[in-house]
């Protein structure tokens, strides 16, 4: 089984989000894919195995993280069509079959990938009672994201009380299935962005996603709406940061990025 580590959503190695790649004949059994998830101890490792031609998707993914399986993952879907694209694996679109449906993942030019996803929906609620306190910032607005992200979405004052975040993460798992989204509009755009996130998930054993692509399947409805377009970019304050274009398209949402192999081996055991 060969074995690949990508950094997911940056240009460079040693940035955006590194993820675990294998591809394989078929799947085994889930102990084994959650031992060697495990093993590589990354936010998510990807599995995927090529599927019969003349279907409706060309190979079959899944994510997970050291401690689960996952609905969806935009950076590890980002790193396997990188690993599909400079092996020769694949070319041009892939279409995955993965618990979230058919997602694709298209190709361009400059080296990008660009992967169609659903649009999370956003419900106002009420904002639960410690959350404050666990986050160490009182949001503005909180908003579930539906069943596939499974997240607390929170608006926050500004972009410097993102980046000041030192959160409970303990705490913080009592509040969605996954984890919550911390978000605020950009101080600057010209600097390249237009809002900024952090995300914590200690329910699938990440106290810091460093850059969360199923993130911005919500966070582009909701700042679309509220600056009044679309496309957009966000940046991810995690300490090893990434950026996300997306582009809202009614019930899709476009995610676009760049990836970086950073390491290649062979698993033995």
């Avoid at 031992?35 to 195995?49: D, P, Q, R």
């Avoid at 190979?59 to 997970?64: D, E, N, S, T």
């Amino acid at each position: 089984m060969r074995i690949r580590i990508v950094d997911a959503f940056t240009d460079r190695p040693f940035a955006g989000n590194p993820a675990g790649v294998l591809l394989l004949d078929a799947f085994p059994g889930d102990d084994r894919l959650q031992n060697v998830a495990l093993e590589v101890n990354h936010a998510e490792t990807a599995f995927a195995h090529p599927l019969p031609a003349g279907g409706e998707a060309d190979w079959a993914l899944r994510w997970f993280t050291p401690v689960a399986e996952v609905d969806m993952c935009g950076h590890a879907t980002l790193a396997t069509a990188h690993v599909l694209h400079s092996t020769g694996a694949h070319t041009g679109p892939v279409r995955f079959a993965t618990r979230s449906g058919v997602l694709v993942a298209t190709p361009a030019r400059d080296g990008s990938i660009t992967l169609d996803f659903p649009t999370a929906p956003l419900t106002p609620v009420e904002l639960p009672e410690g959350v404050a306190e666990a986050l160490g910032a009182e949001p503005v607005a909180a908003f579930d994201t539906g069943p596939h992200v499974g997240d607390l979405l929170v608006e926050l004052a500004d972009e410097k009380t993102v980046h000041a975040l030192r959160p409970d993460h303990r705490a913080l798992g009592a509040y969605s299935r996954r984890g919550i989204i911390a978000t605020a509009r950009a101080e600057n755009p010209a600097l390249g962005h237009d809002f900024v996130s952090r995300c914590f998930f200690p329910n699938v054993g990440i106290d810091e996603d460093p850059v969360t692509g199923s993130a911005h399947t919500a966070l582009a409805p909701y700042w679309a709406e509220r600056l009044g377009r679309t496309p957009l970019t966000g940046l991810q304050a995690s300490p090893r940061s990434g950026r996300v274009r997306t582009e809202l398209r009614g019930e899709r949402t476009l995610l676009t990025g760049r990836a970086v192999t950073v390491i290649e081996g062979e698993l033995l055991a």
